[in-house]
């Protein structure tokens, strides 16, 4: 695996900065890999990893950085949880660890860097050298991964018997004897303009 300093490089490109999110996503990525013994995220292990992220911050385009896995190749998921937290799956070993940042390392930044006033000049630089019992939680978990959220072609495809939109990956809802997609099921989260008021 590259240095720390090359990946976070690369992460900063990405995200179109520096941040505290960036370290902590790119040395959450490292710790994670390391855990499930992936060496090689972007090349050889490509298609044994998977990865599950609870937060859409920064820290999040700093784990797609690193790792390679992103959403359009069905290698990232995310789940909504608003957590700083990701879980990293060997796919070949079933072996998984969930990284969940600590909330406490904002308090101990103030123990590595206090000579910088601004908190988040503090923690940027704080995070680049905690230890990272302080900086991350690290647990053993199992992930079962639904064959319809693994990456590859559609298992299905349907149309929706309401809109005419094509629903893929088992997304479809029947519902009243039709099969609709999850917008006409549950609601859209948006409104269609009359075209007479544009």
Not at 65 to 89: H, Q
Not at 95 to 113: D, P
Not at 175 to 187: D, S, V
């Amino acid at each position: 695996m590259e240095s720390f300093e090359v990946l976070l490089e690369r992460s900063t490109a990405v995200h179109g900065h520096i941040c505290a999110g960036q370290v902590i996503g790119v040395r959450m990525s490292m710790l994670g890999l390391n855990a499930i013994g992936i060496q090689d995220p972007r090349g050889l292990d490509r298609k044994k990893l998977y990865v599950l992220v609870e937060i859409d911050r920064c820290a999040t385009d700093a784990v797609q950085s690193v790792t390679g896995c992103s959403l359009g190749k069905r290698s990232m998921r995310w789940i909504d949880y608003g957590v700083m937290a990701a879980t990293f799956v060997n796919l070949d070993t079933g072996r998984a660890v969930r990284i969940t940042a600590r909330e406490e390392s904002r308090e101990l930044a103030n123990k590595y860097c206090p000579e910088i006033e601004n908190k988040y000049k503090r923690q940027l630089q704080a995070y680049r050298v905690m230890p990272e019992e302080e900086l991350f939680l690290v647990e053993e978990v199992h992930v079962t991964i639904p064959s319809e959220d693994m990456p590859g072609r559609p298992l299905k495809r349907v149309q929706c018997q309401d809109c005419g939109d094509w629903v893929q990956d088992c997304r479809d809802v029947e519902q009243g004897g039709k099969i609709l997609c999850r917008g006409c099921a549950h609601g859209k989260y948006y409104t269609l303009l009359d075209q007479t008021d544009q």
